[in-house]
């Protein structure tokens, strides 16, 4: 059991909500109204996409929040039968603070990086019901040839209680909560008035917990019906930005994040089984890094009301290192890339609105993924509108369809294939205050 079982469970643990591999850049809730941000100098959520860009805002003290929704269905699908996650995220927070005075501009950030949130399989996944069936063929003959020896089950009745067994073994559920916060703190420097200069460090804090739930471990060898882990996990890495204006109405952003290496421990192990799951102890580690990513940006403003923009991002998985919490195995993913194209019209002082759509090309191979929250080619669209009831308050609302497509995991160490799909619809509100 134990070898199935742990293939299994490295095969869909290896980096739940993956940084980079596909992760939108979806920090703030304007990225849910324009996914285009690269070359943003109007609105404190610079600080994610484009912390030159702070340099070039007005001058005064900002301060914004605002809160994601994220509604899903993850699903993958094994021998026709199909096993879903629709486990909806209600609480995705952002804030960012900023002070511009003159030159210098100093600034705050917080946020989800790397994705996160929480799975709920209710019927598990088709690798963990793999395991279940498969992993514990040997100890249900075991038990049911210890109960027909021992005169407490008639040799006519022993396949149809290995029969059961194994039925109670399919019966399981897997919950999944991953998130990686972090937090942003730096400045820039207008040098003139057609470039500016910005560093800022970043701090990350990640939590993985996983729970696989099954009565019939217990029915079976008459252990915990759990199986499962927590850990912790910290990294610093820095973020440089150069904000060019040749002129007034033409901006080009440049971001470079550095690579967060980010090193998990186990801090607590569920389940009589779970040291040997895991093959590990409570204290040891295992690598999750944050890629590193180069943002790009090209703006250019019509008619003092009409910002339409492009923006690229690259995101350098090959040099991140991503382990299996399972066996410490290093997972293999290609670089990834998504281009974004958007739009902002400001009808008037109080109102504006945006749009825009995405493409991103993710670094997932054919025996290359995550079951538990796949990694796959998208497309995403949004819209959104802003409105300032008084002069210094703007609220905003916008909302984002992400179009992924299906794609076949042929997962070779059990020997076979698996097709992986989600449907995923994100809804932002966000306020922003300038109280001078």
Known sequence: MKKIALLAFAAGLGFAF??????????????????SRNTETLRPEAVFYNIGGTAFMNDGLYFELGNQFVLKNYADKLDGQKFEDDENVYFYPNAEVVYKKDNWAAFFGFGVFGGGGTLDYSDGTGLTSLALKQGMASAVKAKVTAAVMAGKLPLAQSQAYAQKLLEQLSSHSLEVYSVQLGEILGASYKINDMVSVAAAGRFMHGEQNITLKCDGLKSVNGGSSKIGYESNGYGFGGIFGVHIKPWNTLDVGIQYQTITKLKYKYD???GAYASSFLNADEGDNFKNDLPAVLNLGVGYTFF???????????????QATIESPIDRSEYDYDDSWEIALGADYRLNEQLSFGTGFSYGKQGAKSDVNN????????FVIGAGVEYSPVKLVTISGSAMYCKYFSEDYDYKKAGCTMELSKDVVMLALGVTVKPF
Not at 24 to 29: D, E, G, I, S
Not at 371 to 376: I, K
Request: hydrophobic share 30%; no cysteine; aromatic share 14%.
């Open 268 to 270: 607590d192990l569920t």
């Open 371 to 378: 079951v538990f929250s796949p990694v796959l080619d998208n």
């Open 304 to 318: 003092d009301k009409l910002n339409a923009s492009m923006s690229f991002n690259y995101y350098f998985n090959k």
């Open 18 to 35: 993956a940084g980079g591999v596909d992760n939108k850049t979806n920090l703030n809730q304007g990225y849910m109204r324009n996914p």
